[in-house]
Nanobody, 123 residues
């Protein structure tokens, strides 16, 4: 059974940092592209960042480029999202997801999704 479990969300002041983690289990982690998505109240879900299975290719949405960094440790079956210089506009529920196809991740198509982690940035 495939499971994705996010952790590391919370409340932070504007300008602060958080690191999200997503622990995967149930299949060979390194074979799958991973993505971080977010959904704010009243807004559509968006892909914030993605990384290929080997970690060699990454994607960042324009709104987070230069502030967020995605990484993965295939020995720990974990993908991370380091978020710096947070603003209230980053407030959302953040989800991790996986798919065999990296470009499906970019199209918001994924095999499995985590339960989400709330990130709240106060002004």
């Amino acid at each position: 059974q495939v499971q994705l479990v996010e952790s590391g969300g919370g409340l932070v002041q504007a300008g602060g940092s958080l690191r999200l983690s997503c622990l995967a289990s149930g299949r060979t982690f390194s074979r799958y592209a991973m993505g971080w998505f977010r959904q704010a109240p009243g807004k559509e879900r968006e892909c914030v960042s993605a990384v290929t299975g080997a970690g060699g290719t990454t994607y960042y949405a324009g709104s987070v480029k230069g502030r967020f960094t995605i990484s993965r440790d295939n020995t720990k079956n974990t993908v991370y999202l380091q978020m710096n210089a947070l603003t209230p506009e980053d407030t959302a529920v953040y989800y991790c997801a996986d798919d065999i196809a990296y470009y499906d991740i970019l199209k918001l198509r994924a095999d499995y999704w985590g339960q989400g982690a709330q990130v709240t940035v106060s002004s």
